[in-house]
């Protein structure tokens, strides 16, 4: 049988009045009409509708002849009961209960379930491509006591995630988006065809269901998040697929159209050297310093410094320009240089101190290299050994000189000396005739 409703569409009428309880489905917004087996076709009839759904806190009770339910529910001459527009709160329970003209009694349960089809899910905030062998997560540690958080930039940028006093950066595939469906249905991934099945580790799914206020359809989302394995596919394809329960009503499997992204494979970052000017790092206050990353040339890292452990707040640069050096600039510097895959690698530590002139001017002295040692040792030789001959030549003329003035020296007693000489003489005289009496 056929109805025709006050707008002129013509929709079809259930004829499913038999004994026993009876699921039927509906779709959300259109008319619906329950025929009660074994009622009169015209009145006199004997005949009552009994509802328990969404809109009653008790069965509800309607007969013909009596004023429609608002623009709920009413029933029609023939004794069927009309819904024009089914909605969400309309599942439940409908009974009816009906005496013939020859006294038989019939009964007609009814289980009713609406649905309403979604919109076609579709894949959003996609990436462009994706970085082999990165987890999906990646960990960004920060001074403890507080300061900012600072995301890198560079290909296969990552959607932050704040956990508590940790962020981790998010390489997501996309998110999968079904909007206005009800019941809510399942969000499923594939890869290349075959189902992806989260682990937690190499693929990570994470789903969200939001119900509307008012038309209390539902917006399911899935975010996909995955590393690829290194030597995998260089141009996957990505797809996602709605489907329900094979309990609910008139619903079938709706596919997304498939993305295709492209996987990129990092080369590993080499050692990273950090060169100072002037070397050593060693200035006098006021000097300025200038401190190179550097880096292989293949790579285009961001770099960033540190001063004894400590990042600065600084743009990235491979340069870092210190000048006018003073106390307050000393310590340990070392830059970290990050390639696109988001891993970071350290140079070693310089240090840089500031000293005074006079120190700064040996320090010169002793990196003049082993031709101005070796001068400068020979000069030392040749000026101690001419040192010492004009010591020992003063020392001999000193003494020649005394030696010289005794001799001149005159006698202090005239007598005596005339009186030593005539004791000396006739010794003189006995001695020279010895001397002649001699063979």
């Not at 009961?81 to 005496?99: M, N, S, Y």
């Not at 905030?125 to 990646?138: D, F, H, M, Q, T």
């Not at 006098?284 to 293949?298: M, S, Y």
């Not at 005539?422 to 063979?439: R, S, Y």
Request: aromatic residues 6%; contains cysteine.
């Amino acid at each position: 049988m056929a109805f025709q409703t006050n707008t002129g569409a013509w929709v079809l009428i259930l004829s499913l009045g038999v004994v026993g309880s009876q699921n039927i489905s509906a779709r959300i917004g259109e008319p619906l009409v329950l025929t009660c087996k074994g009622a009169p076709r015209k009145p006199p009839q004997q005949l009552e509708w009994k509802l328990n759904t969404g809109r009653t806190e008790a069965w509800k009770i309607l007969s013909p002849g009596e004023n429609p339910w608002e623009s709920v529910a009413r029933v029609l001459p023939n004794g069927s009961l009309l819904l024009p527009a089914v909605g969400i709160q309309d599942e439940g329970t409908f009974r009816c209960k009906a005496t013939n003209r020859h006294g038989k009694e019939f009964k007609s349960n009814y289980r009713l379930r609406v649905y309403q089809i979604p919109s076609k899910p579709k894949i959003v905030n996609s990436a462009s491509e994706l970085i082999a062998g990165i987890p999906n997560k990646v960990e960004l540690k920060r001074k403890k006591g507080g300061g900012e958080w600072c995301m890198m930039g560079g290909k296969g940028i990552p959607k932050a995630k704040v956990e508590g006093d940790e962020v981790f950066l998010v390489y997501q595939v996309g998110t999968c988006l079904s909007e206005g469906g009800y019941p809510a249905g399942t969000l499923s991934w594939h890869l290349d065809g075959k189902a992806l099945v989260p682990d937690g580790k190499g693929v990570s799914v994470r789903e969200e269901t939001r119900r509307h206020p008012d038309t209390g359809l539902f917006t399911i989302q899935s975010e996909l998040t995955m590393t690829p394995v290194p030597g995998g596919p260089l141009n996957p394809t990505f797809s996602c697929s709605l489907s329900f329960s094979p309990s609910s009503p008139g619903q079938q499997a709706l596919h997304a159209p498939p993305i295709q992204l492209s996987v990129w494979e990092p080369e590993s970052l080499e050692e990273v050297r950090l060169v100072v000017d002037p070397e050593g790092g060693v200035v006098a206050p006021g000097g300025a310093v200038t401190l190179t990353c550097e880096v292989p040339a293949q790579h285009s890292p961001q770099i960033h410094w540190l001063k004894d452990g400590s990042p600065l707040a600084i743009a990235p640069s491979s340069v870092l320009l210190l000048p006018e050096i003073t106390v307050q600039d000393q310590g340990i510097y070392s830059c970290v240089a990050t390639d696109q895959s988001h891993r970071s690698r350290e140079s070693p530590g310089v240090s840089i101190s500031i000293i005074d002139s006079r120190e700064i001017d040996q320090v010169e002295g002793s990196e003049g290299g082993p031709g101005l040692g070796l001068l400068a040792l020979i000069l030392i030789v040749l000026g101690g050994l001419v040192t010492a001959a004009l010591l020992g030549g003063f020392l001999l003329w000193k003494r020649q000189r005394l030696l010289h003035k005794e001799e001149r020296k005159v006698p202090e007693c005239p007598e005596e000396e005339e009186e030593r000489a005539e004791l000396n003489q006739p010794e003189k005289e006995e001695t020279a005739e010895n001397n002649e009496g001699e063979p």
